[in-house]
């Protein structure tokens, strides 16, 4: 069985749904985001504050080359892999690229509250979301093999889709 790899905005469910996959298909789950977190032995919010964006997206570019020789993985990315031009490529090389596609109101009810996002953590974090979504969009959609539609459905029903078009 080829990797999965999902990829979508913060608050898409690539988490949960990447460990529904896992467990109905018995595969390695990982989620990068926590990966990183244990390497680094500090929060991503540390990250971003202690050595900025820029070098967090060279640890996400570091994994992912990492996970080249993974096999019988479920990977979940974190919302802002696409940013990279070179991680497209990275991530089209590791597995089949799912992007779970969430309408914008359904993205802010998910993360609202949220401390745990350095970008969002500000005052206009709704408009932050949408203008981060609207330029993030085609690099989702040129990245993918698989899009799924995610709005009103359940994380059951959503790892249940794409197991069935795996
Ligand atoms: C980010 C998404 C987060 C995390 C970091 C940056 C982004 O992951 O990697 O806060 O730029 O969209 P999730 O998509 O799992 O929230």
Redesign the pocket.
Known sequence: MENVILIG???SG??SVGKAIAEKIQLEFIDM?EAIVNEQGRT?SSIFSEEGEEYFRNLETEFLIQCQTKKNIVLST???IV?VEKNIELLKKIGKVVFLNTPYEQILNNVKGDTT???LQQENAEAVVLS?MQKREPAYFSAANMIIQTKNKSIVSIAEEICNLL
């Open positions: 905005f913060m608050g690539k988490t985001d991503i974190g919302g802002g940013t996002r350095p970008l981060l």
